[in-house]
C-alpha cells in the first residue's frame, strides 16, 4: 500500500466485457496495465454498466463475461495486489455522478461527438439511438472524475471522449467554485491496433478474425493458418511485400528476437522465402506467448470463488473511493440533507 | 402499518422544491394528498435532483426549500405517519434506474415528448437543452417504477410523461421476461389549475402572482386587492361578469358557504354589487384558510430537527422500496455478481 500511495499519477482503464479478450487487447492495453500497476496507481473497471448501452438484448452475455475477462486480467499477469479491478454497475455512486453531469452538457454537444458519430454510424442507430448511447460520453466523465484519474488510456478515436470529460470537469469546478474534480490526460498507446487476422484494420470478436488470449494450441495453429499475408506473392522465389502482410505485423509485435526478424523480411522482400516458414515461426511466438497465459487462466478458473473474492474487494476499495467524491460533489450541489 | 398494507394503491407524487408552496399547490395537489394519504399508500418525493436539471446555476436554492417545502406539507396537514415524504437525491437508486433506463428509450422518442417540447420553448432552450432535460421523463419513469406507484396525480399536461413511463415499464418487462415493473395510471385532478391574481391561467412563483401558503395577513390582505376581476365592472350598479374573473374563481374554491356565494354571483351579474364586497368575503375566506397553515408552519419551524428527523425516516422507507426494485432490475438485466 504504502508504495501505491506514493505514486502520483492514476490511471482508469478497463473494458467492456461483451467477449473473452483477444491479442489486440492485449497489444494495446493490457501489456501495458502490466507496466503501467508499477508506476501508477491503477483501476480497471468491468464496464459492465456501460456493456449494456449497446447490449440491453443480451444482458446474460454481459453478465457471463465479467469474470472472463478478469480470468484474461489475471492471467496476463495484472495483479490484484497493484491494481484495482472492480465492475462498474456495483458502484451507484458512477450512475449518481452521471445523472448530475447530464445537466452540465448539451444535447447539441453530445451529438457533435465524433467518436459518438462514427459509432452510431457503425451501428446504424440513426434516429433511433438509445438516449444511453448518446450519452454514455457522460457516463464516462462520471467514472474517470469519480477516480479522480489523471491518465485514461485510450486510442487516437478516442481522445473526443476526454476533451468531453475535462469539459464537464471544468464546468462542474466553475459551478463549484472549487477545485474539487481533477482534469484528465489521453495516454495514447505508441504501438497502434493489431490488426485482424484477415488483414482488417481492426482485430475484433463481431468480425471473426481475432485470437483469443485463451486460444488452444490447434486454435491458434489454425489461425496463423489463415493470417493474411501478401496475395501477390504466389511463388516462393517471388519478392514478397511487408506493408499490409499481417503475419509481419504480428512478428513485429510478438518475435522478441529482432534480429532474426530482419534478416527474415529482408529475405521476403528479395525473394526466395515462402509464408510457410514466415508462418511457422509467427506460430511459434504465438504459442509461447500465449501458452504461459492460457494455463495459468485454466488453472485460475477452477476457482471461481478467488476470483469473485478480487472482484469484491476491488470493487469495494474502488467505491470508497468514488464514494468520497460523490459526496464532494453532492454537497457542492447542495445535495446532503443530514 | 397494517391500515398501510390493506391499501391496494400507491400513489408517488411530489414537488421540485424551488420556493415555497402557493395556493395554487394547495389547490392542485396538496388538498388531494391530505385526502389520498387515508385512502392510498403515498410516496411524496422532494424531487431535489430534478429540481437541478434546470437550476444547475443555482444548488442553494433548491437545498434550501428542501426543508421549506417539507414545512408547507406538514402545514396543509399531511400526515408523516400516513405520508412518507422523502428527498430524491438521498436515494441513489433512483439514479441507477435512470441509468439503465435510458437504455430503453430513444433520442428520437424523448424529443417527440410535448410536455418536453412545451418546457424547452418556456424556458427558450432551444439547441442548447442540457441533456439533463432531454431526459428528465427518463428520471421521472425511475422514480415511479421505483416505488411500484399506480397512481401518479398530473396535470392533463403531463400525461404524457406517463405514458413514458408504462412504455419503460412494459420495454423492461418484455426484456425481463416478467412482470418487475407495473404500470402507471394518470390521475388528473378534478378541479383543473388555479389562476395567478393577475388573471393570467398558472399561479407561479416566477409570474409573481401568487399567494404562498405561508402569507401573511397583510400579504394576504394586498394579494386579495391586486386580484384580478372584471375589467368592465366599472360602476357598482354595472352587470359585472364572472368569467375570468379571478375572485370569484377563488372564491368557487375557498368558500365553503356555497348558498351565499351563488347569490353574490347573481348579484354581481346583476349589478349593484362592488368589487369591494366581493374581495372582502374573499379576503375572509382565504385568512381563515391560511391562518390556521401559516400558524402550523410557523410553529414546526421552530424545530428543524423535527423535520429532518421526518425527511430521514421518510427517506430511509422510501429508500428500502426502491432498493428492492432495483434489485429486482439488475437482477434481471444479469448486474448482481456478489
Do not use: W
Amino acid at each position: 500500500m504504502s508504495t501505491q500511495e506514493n505514486k502520483t499519477h492514476l490511471i482508469l482503464t478497463g473494458d467492456r466485457p461483451t467477449g473473452p479478450l483477444h491479442l489486440g487487447h492485449y497489444v494495446g492495453s493490457l501489456s501495458n496495465r502490466v507496466k503501467f500497476q508499477h508506476q501508477y496507481k491503477q483501476f480497471i473497471m468491468l464496464a459492465d454498466a456501460q456493456a449494456l448501452t449497446d447490449n440491453m438484448d443480451d444482458p446474460g452475455k454481459v453478465h457471463r463475461n465479467v469474470v472472463e475477462v478478469a480470468l484474461d486480467y489475471l492471467a496476463v499477469g495484472i495483479d490484484p495486489k497493484l491494481s484495482t479491478i472492480f465492475i462498474q454497475s456495483q458502484i451507484p455512486e458512477l450512475t449518481e455522478l452521471t445523472f448530475y453531469y447530464l445537466n452540465l452538457v448539451t444535447v447539441a454537444r453530445l451529438e457533435r461527438n465524433p467518436t459518438i458519430k462514427e459509432e452510431i454510424r457503425l451501428r446504424n442507430f440513426e434516429r433511433d439511438i438509445p438516449a444511453g448511447f448518446l450519452t454514455y460520453p457522460v457516463s464516462q466523465a462520471a467514472d474517470i472524475s469519480a477516480f479522480k484519474a489523471t491518465l485514461v488510456p485510450v486510442g487516437e478515436d478516442q481522445i473526443p471522449m476526454i476533451e468531453q470529460t475535462n469539459e464537464i470537469v471544468r464546468r462542474f469546478n466553475r459551478l463549484a467554485n472549487q477545485e474539487i474534480l481533477v482534469e484528465c490526460q489521453a495516454l495514447v498507446p505508441e504501438i497502434g491496433r493489431l490488426p485482424g487476422i484477415d488483414g482488417k484494420a481492426k482485430m475484433s470478436k463481431s468480425l471473426g478474425n481475432v485470437i483469443n488470449l485463451g486460444a488452444t494450441e490447434s486454435e491458434i495453429r489454425a489461425a496463423v493458418k489463415k493470417t493474411y499475408t501478401d496475395p501477390l506473392h504466389l511463388r516462393i522465389e517471388d519478392p514478397g511485400h511487408l506493408e499490409g502482410n499481417v503475419a509481419f505485423t504480428y512478428l513485429d509485435a510478438f518475435d522478441q528476437d529482432k534480429e532474426s526478424l530482419a534478416e527474415m523480411k529482408a529475405h521476403y522482400v528479395r525473394g526466395g522465402l515462402g509464408d510457410g516458414t514466415v508462418k511457422k515461426r509467427l506460430e511459434e511466438c504465438l504459442q509461447e506467448l500465449i501458452r504461459p497465459i492460457r494455463e495459468r487462466r485454466a488453472a485460475l478458473a477452477q476457482d471461481r470463488g478467488y476470483i469473485i473474492q478480487i472482484l469484491k474487494e476491488g470493487t469495494e476499495k474502488a467505491r470508497e473511493v468514488a464514494a468520497r467524491t460523490t459526496s464532494e460533489v453532492k454537497t457542492a450541489l447542495g445535495l446532503k440533507h443530514f
